[in-house]
T-cell receptor, first 112, second 108 residues
C-alpha cells in the first residue's frame, strides 16, 4: 500500500531564515505530487504541483519554491521566511491528473 | 477559486445521520465531485467521490442530483470521531481547489 511522509511535523523558525520541508511517497511510482498551505481557519491553497522529476508548476507567486529531485521526493523551500509564511503545509500524491489525491500528515510552521 | 458552496457549520446528534449539502452549480459534464474531511491538525482524509450516480462506501454515501448542480454527503450513523471539517470539491482541470468546508460537530 502507498504511504506518504512529511517532516518535520512542527517547525519554529525566525523571520529571514531558510526553510526546507520534505515529502516522500512509498509504494507507488511516478506519482503527481502537490504542496498545499492552510492558514489558520482557512481552506487549503494549492502552491505547487509536479508531474515528474524536475517538473514543477507554481499556482501562486510567493516567497516559496519547490523541487523534485527524485521520483518520490518533493521539497518545499524558502531562502528567507516571512511572517506570512506561517501555516500548515500539506503534501499530497495522486496516481494521475484524474486520480484521487491522498494527503500526508502535514508540517506546522510558525515563523516568529 | 473553489467552485463549491457549503454551509460553514452544522451539528448532528450522535447516532443520527449527518447530511452535508454542497452546491456546485457550474460543474462541467466530466468533472467529479470529491469529499474529504479534516480532523484538527491532521491532513485531509479522502471520503468518497462520484460523477453522476450515487456512490456508497464503508465511510459514507454520496447523493448527486440529476442535474449535478448539488450533492449531499451522508454519514449514516455519526459518531463523535466524525467531528471534523468536511470539504466538497469539484476538480478544475487537474487541480483540487478546497474552500473553507463545513465544520461538523457531533453532539453526544
Amino acid at each position: 500500500s502507498q504511504t506518504i511522509h512529511q517532516w518535520p511535523a512542527t517547525l519554529v523558525q525566525p523571520v529571514g531564515s531558510p526553510l526546507s520541508l520534505e515529502c516522500t511517497v512509498e509504494g507507488t511510482s511516478n506519482p503527481n505530487l502537490y504542496w498545499y498551505r492552510q492558514a489558520a481557519g482557512r481552506g487549503l491553497q494549492l502552491l505547487f504541483y509536479s508531474v515528474g522529476i524536475g517538473q514543477i508548476s507554481s499556482e501562486v507567486p510567493q516567497n516559496l519554491s519547490a523541487s523534485r529531485p527524485q521520483d518520490r521526493q518533493f521539497i518545499l523551500s524558502s531562502k528567507k521566511l516571512l511572517l506570512s509564511d506561517s501555516g500548515f503545509y500539506l503534501c499530497a500524491w495522486a496516481g494521475g491528473f484524474k486520480e484521487t489525491q491522498y494527503f500526508g500528515p502535514g508540517t506546522r510552521l510558525l515563523v516568529l | 477559486d473553489a467552485k463549491t458552496t457549503q454551509p460553514p457549520s452544522m451539528d448532528c446528534a450522535e447516532g443520527r445521520a449527518a447530511n452535508l449539502p454542497c452546491n456546485h452549480s457550474t460543474i462541467s459534464g466530466n468533472e467529479y465531485v470529491y469529499w474529504y474531511r479534516q480532523i484538527h491538525s491532521q491532513g485531509p482524509q479522502y471520503i468518497i467521490h462520484g460523477l453522476k450516480n450515487n456512490e456508497t462506501n464503508e465511510m459514507a454515501s454520496l447523493i448527486i442530483t440529476e442535474d449535478r448542480k448539488s450533492s449531499t454527503l451522508i454519514l449514516p450513523h455519526a459518531t463523535l470521531r466524525d467531528t471534523a471539517v468536511y470539504y466538497c470539491i469539484v476538480r478544475e482541470r487537474s487541480q483540487f481547489y478546497f474552500g473553507t468546508g463545513t465544520s461538523l460537530t457531533v453532539i453526544p
